[in-house]
């Protein structure tokens, strides 16, 4: 089933003609999409970050109160374990030889 971000970059693809195919899932990891620019082929995988439950109880004391908790001291932690975690997911297609992109979304 696919993510809203998964759902956002196709439609983005799609309104900016780029052509843009799904990679089928297999038994290891794969990137998402193949898509084409110019001729280039580029692989990319597309992470969605969701508000998890310190986030959420962090946003309601906002409203509440007018400032959160403090959730975590290392700016970009959440977004650099997703950078991690895809490395190896997105280099084994491109062979070293294809550009590939890690688009991380926020919902």
């Excluded at 280099?91 to 030889?97: D, L, M, R, V």
Aim: charged share 25%.
């Amino acid at each position: 089933m696919k993510t809203q971000s998964e759902k956002w970059f196709e439609d983005y693809c799609a309104n900016s003609g780029i052509t843009c195919q799904r990679i089928p899932a297999e038994n290891n990891k794969t990137p998402d999409y193949e898509i084409t620019i110019d001729g280039q082929w580029i692989i990319v995988e597309v992470k969605e970050i969701s508000r998890n439950k310190d986030e959420q109880e962090s946003d309601l004391l906002l409203s509440e109160r007018g400032y959160g908790s403090v959730l975590s001291h290392i700016p970009g932690n959440r977004a650099r374990k997703k950078i991690t975690g895809s490395s190896a997911q997105i280099k084994a297609p491109t062979c070293g030889i294809y550009p590939s992109i890690l688009g991380i979304v926020t919902k």
